[in-house]
T-cell receptor, first 113, second 113 residues
Framework: GENVEQHPSTLSVQEGDSAVIKCTYS??????FPWYKQELGKRPQLIID?????GEKKDQRIAVTLNKTAKHFSLHITETQPEDSAVYFC????????????FGSGTQLTVLP | DVKVTQSSRYLVKRTGEKVFLECVQD?????MFWYRQDPGLGLRLIYF???????EKGDIPEGYSVSREKKERFSLILESASTSQTSMYLC????????????FGPGTRLLVL
């Protein structure tokens, strides 16, 4: 089955700096890659996603890039703010069953004021 | 607005008890999922269902079963709770289709004594 590895597990940045979180996946047939943000005590919520026919996608301060050849994708947050502090999870669709997602282990992002 | 609710936010049970966790979604989604979330391990899929009375095992089904008698409701059952099942349990739902967004419930934090 699919295996998703996520790095780093913790990341601290100064407010205003950029943050990058990287994930690799194993199943070359995976074609959907969402990113979820989970604030403390709250449910995970989708912040951005990308499909395999696209190399990059942006939404304001958030961007995701996908390298299908290398089987890795990354989340980029620019001009970080304290409210960006949360756990971020990447995920990849599982080609074995059309609706499954395999999640990475998560990255605790802390934005220091 | 998609709404996924779970029957309890916190639950304390004793070893050997049968435990029922319920999840309800109000968006007529075909797919429903149960995950457990543990620090450093991300979200691991226990079971999922793509239709009423249909279920498929995820990555960690041992010690769990599920029931989906109605489209909007998906129950997770711990047949005989063990301390190793102390965890946060998250339910999610998504519309039919490959790689569609999953919407999460608020989670149930289960403590097995």
């Amino acid at each position: 089955g699919e295996n998703v590895e996520q790095h780093p597990s913790t990341l601290s940045v100064q407010e205003g700096d950029s943050a990058v979180i990287k994930c690799t996946y194993s199943d070359s047939a995976s074609n959907y890659f969402p990113w979820y943000k989970q604030e403390l005590g709250k449910r995970p919520q989708l912040i951005i996603d990308i499909r395999s026919n696209v190399g990059e996608k942006k939404d304001q301060r958030i961007a995701v890039t996908l390298n299908k050849t290398a089987k890795h994708f990354s989340l980029h947050i620019t001009e970080t703010q304290p409210e960006d502090s949360a756990v971020y999870f990447c995920a990849a669709s599982n080609s074995g069953s059309a609706r499954q997602l395999t999640f990475g282990s998560g990255t605790q992002l802390t934005v220091l004021p | 607005d998609v709404k996924v609710t779970q029957s309890s936010r916190y639950l304390v049970k004793r070893t050997g008890e049968k435990v029922f966790l319920e999840c309800v979604q109000d968006m007529d989604h075909e797919n429903m999922f149960w995950y457990r979330q543990d620090p450093g391990l991300g979200l691991r899929l226990i079971y999922f269902s793509y239709d009423v009375k249909m279920k498929e095992k995820g990555d960690i089904p041992e010690g769990y079963s599920v029931s989906r008698e109605k489209k909007e409701r998906f129950s997770l059952i711990l047949e005989s709770a063990s301390t190793s099942q102390t965890s946060m349990y998250l339910c999610a739902s998504s519309p039919q289709g490959r790689g569609e967004t999953q919407y999460f419930g608020p989670g149930t934090r289960l403590l097995v004594l």
